[in-house]
Each structure stands twice: as C-alpha cells, then as structure tokens.
C-alpha cells in the first residue's frame, strides 16, 4: 500500500508538522513502507488470538483517590512564553 | 412550512463529571472554583517525562453507573489517545477509551409527561479527560486566548446512547433520568451550571415511515434542559426547512448559544474529524475483578425508582409528588431531613417543593446551596403542622429564615407571631368585630345565601386585622359562620 502526496499533506496538517517540498517524496517513501509492514501483520491468520491492548503481561496498577499534588504554579508559569493573570496566555482560537 | 411529515431520531452523548477529589491520572485535586492553574499538575500539563496513574475511585465511579443501569461491565477495559491540536488540551491528545470501554450496553427507561414509558438503549459508557478551559474575553491583549488547565484531567464517563428518541421532550426525559441516577448514586455532583453534566445532541430526520438515518448534526456542550429543548427543536427545523428546500444536511458539529438563541456550524466534520486513534502505551489494560464489582453492586445506593417506591409507602406521599422529591438525590436527602424534623412528612414535601423550589429557582441555587438548611425547613413546617402558625406568618418566617435571621422559633419569638388558636380568645374577637360593625352585619342578614358566602370575606379581613394576622383563619372561618348563623 502505498501513501498518496496529498495524504501526506493532510496527515502533516493533522499533525501540525511542516514537511518541505523537497522532503515530501521522501516521507511518503517512508510511510509507505511502515504501511506495506502492516500489510504484512493484516495477511497473518488471527483466528481464535484475542487482541491485546498492550505488548507487556502486566494490569494496570490503580491509585488511591487522595490530592497528593500541590500549587506549583508559579514553577511551571516561569517556564511558559506567556502568562497573565494566572493564565497561560497563547495565540487566540476560536472555531 | 409543516413538519409533519418528518420524524426526527435523536441520539445522546453526555459527558458526566465524576465527583472524585483527584484527577483521573494525577493526584491534583478536582476542586471547583480554584484559581485558574493552581490545580494543574505536571501530568495535567502533559511535561515531558511524566506517566499517568489511574485513578481507582473514578474506575469504581463508572462501574458504579454500569450496574445501575443494568449493563455489561468490562472486566477488562483499555485506553486510546484522542489526537487532536486545542490549547485547552496540553497533550495534543485526549486519554480516552474506544475499542474497550468499561461499560457495556445497557437500558434507562424514560417515563413521559402522558404516563408511558421508553426504553433507551446505551451503547456503552467509557472514561476519559476532561479538557482544559479557554477564556476568550476578558482583559488579554488583542489577538491572544487565556487558557485555565485547572479541568484538564478531571475524570468524566462518556455516556452514549442509541439514537432511540424522537422528540426534545424524550431526549430532555432521558437526560434528566441520567441525572437522576449519577446523583443518586453519588458519581456526579450535578451541578449543571457548573458544567458537571453536559449534553452533546445528535439530530437527524427522515421523512415518516422511512427507516434510513438521515445526515445527522452534533450540537455540542449543552448544559441545561432548556438549551438541549431550544437547540433541538431549531435544528430539526433546520434540517427539514433545507431539505424541502432542495438542500442537503451536512454531516457538522454545531454549539448552541443559549443567550442569543442562534446556533452556528463549529467545524465540518469530514475535514476535522481524523483523531487517529491508538492504544496509549503510557496505560495497561484496566481489569476489575468479580469481587470488586459484587462488592460494589452490594454498596450501590438507593436508584430513583427504590426510593420513589420508599417515598409512597414510608412517607405517604403521591405519586406525583414521590417522582418530583425522589428523582433528585439532593431534593430527596433534603426532604428526608425536613421531614424528620417536622414529624410532617406530606407538608415538608408540599414547601420542599413549593416555597423552596421556587425560590431557589428564582434565585437560580441548587438545593445544596439553600440559605435554609432541611433542618430549618423541617422547623418550620412542625410550627405549621401544630397550628402555631398560619400559613401566611409561615411565608413571613420562611423569607426571615432565607434572610439568616435563625430557625423558626426564634423568628417567631423575635417577631411575636404567635397564631392564636384559643377558641374563647377567637370567639371574643368575633364578637367585637360584628358589634362594631352592625352595618355590616345588617347588610349580610339581608343578602340571599350566595351573596352571604360572598360577604363572609369583609368580616374575615376585619377580624385577621384586629387580630394582626394572628387568628387561626380556619378557626376563625369556623366561629364566624356560628356566630352569624345564629344573628339570622
């Protein structure tokens, strides 16, 4: 299975990445064959084998419901481009 | 234009809030009302390095709601990641659950103004994050947006329907029965101004008789009853107004604006709608055990329907009144108390519902924030009950009682509001009010009997006058009629 240019296109919009004119042939090779890898895995026989939802043998460990976090506000505020008021400030989105 | 040739298929999706005190992977607290960040931790703001950890009493939330609703709960369950780019989400995805969610399929039944019932069916439930908020007014300088990630985490099920109902007044039944329940059992505290319960509504329609499932539309984020019935009824008539019109319905999400009353497309959902979903390798699988969940289906709290059931034959009350108190977890602990309190069951529901209700819609306050605590109320209503005061004296104290002046006894000490109740003391009363008033009393020995009925009134005023509002007026009404009776 190969990956059109224009799919391309649309995954690098989904995904907020720049990919350049010269590169795009490129890429597309690339996830072409991670696509054609797949191909493989999907022709495999599956029958009667559950699915699983993780590689590792192993549950997931719960935590008890109690605040254990506190206020680091200021901490994380120093490191941000942009704050005001307490809030984290970015460029302005309306749909 | 008519409509009446079109059936409308309405499917649900309700995002519940659960009432944990943390979020769903961090330990930061979910309290409502913080200032903005101090409750966004480095896992809710996505910093590179951290790992989720499940919040066990969120995993015990959404059971919960499974059993109540009768549903397949998954023993194993599993979370994907929700890509997608918004400021008010840090990580660019949303922790979510799609192939296995924790609940399966399962059935509320709606009960209808005309006393029928419908089942709907739930699709399934799953947990997920909630997202982050974005402040777009305010005072920030031009051209930016000001983001709050003090929600980014907090734990929600995802309710989905099936789209089984074909009106606003279904689809409004079905969503208030959902709050019924996540209260009653103590999931959500329902706090719908609050956002804690919000709606996503999916409307098609089809001309009648047809079963193919037209174009539907996604009106998102609705957070009242009176919204989801404004923004439903608008869109249907959308959809057939284009329609007829030569149109076609495209597949969007739509927001709803309840203060201008006029709904516009968000997003089309064939460009934006790709979140490439996947299993996030931050989180195993989630199992609950068969004890975990028998010991929480033995621990489940009363459902609206046992307590309604209760409310009938504990209290006495109707029918009617039993499904209005018992439906509401808040109004139903509160008229417990109240009732209690009063040794009145039926009259402490009657100002549950009555004065309370409405005054605390009039001011827009959820029972659990009543200036009158279910202890006061229930004070007031045994001062009623044992004729120490009338009904009208009682709307006096009830307002003073609102004020914060205290309960109702001292209210009526303070304001000397005693009813007088003593048969000697009334008759007295009477007495002189029909002797300073001999006109009046000619005046009503020479009417017919229906106008006499109609003059009984004028005597009344005078002697609840002379008495400052403190006559028992049933007895007074009482004594009155006896008196005059014997004048003819």
Known sequence: ?95 | MSYSGWETVIGLEVHVQLATKTKIFSGASTAFGAEANTQACAIDLAMPGTLPVLNKQAVHYAVMFGLAIDAEIGKESAFERKNYFYPDSPKGYQTTQLEKPIVGRGNVEIKLADGSTKNVRIHHAHLEEDAGKSLHEGDFRHGVSGIDLNRAGTPLIEIVSEPDMSNAEEAIAFAKRLHSIVTSIGICDGEMSQGSMRFDVNVSVRPKGTSELGTRTETKNLNSYKFMEEAITKEVERQIDLIEDGGTVMQETRLYNGDTKVARSMRSKEEANDYRYFPCPDLLPVIVSDETIEELRRNLPELPDARQARFIEQYGLSDYDAAVIGSDAAMAAYFEIAAAKSANAKLAANWTMGELAARLNSQDLSISKSPVTAEQLGGLVMRIADNSISGKMAKEVFEAIWAGEGSADQIIDARGLKQVSDTGALEKMVVEVLATNQAMVDDYINSDETKRKKKLGGFMGKIMQASKGQANPQQVNQILAQKLNELL
């Not at chain 1, 072409?32 to 999907?42: A, G, H």
């Not at chain 1, 026989?45 to 419901?65: C, F, I, W, Y």
């Open chain 1, 1 to 95: 299975m190969s990956i059109e240019r224009q799919e391309i296109e649309k995954l690098a919009t989904l995904s907020r990445i720049a990919i350049g004119e010269d590169t795009i042939t490129e890429v597309s090779q690339r996830l072409s064959s991670v696509l054609e890898l797949v191909d493989q895995l999907q022709a495999v026989n599956t029958d009667g084998v559950e699915a699983m939802s993780h590689p590792m043998k192993a549950t997931q460990r719960l935590r008890e419901d109690e605040v254990s976090e506190i206020n680091q506000r200021e901490a994380f505020q120093a490191i941000a481009p942009d704050t005001e008021e307490g809030l984290f400030l970015v460029p302005k989105v309306i749909e």
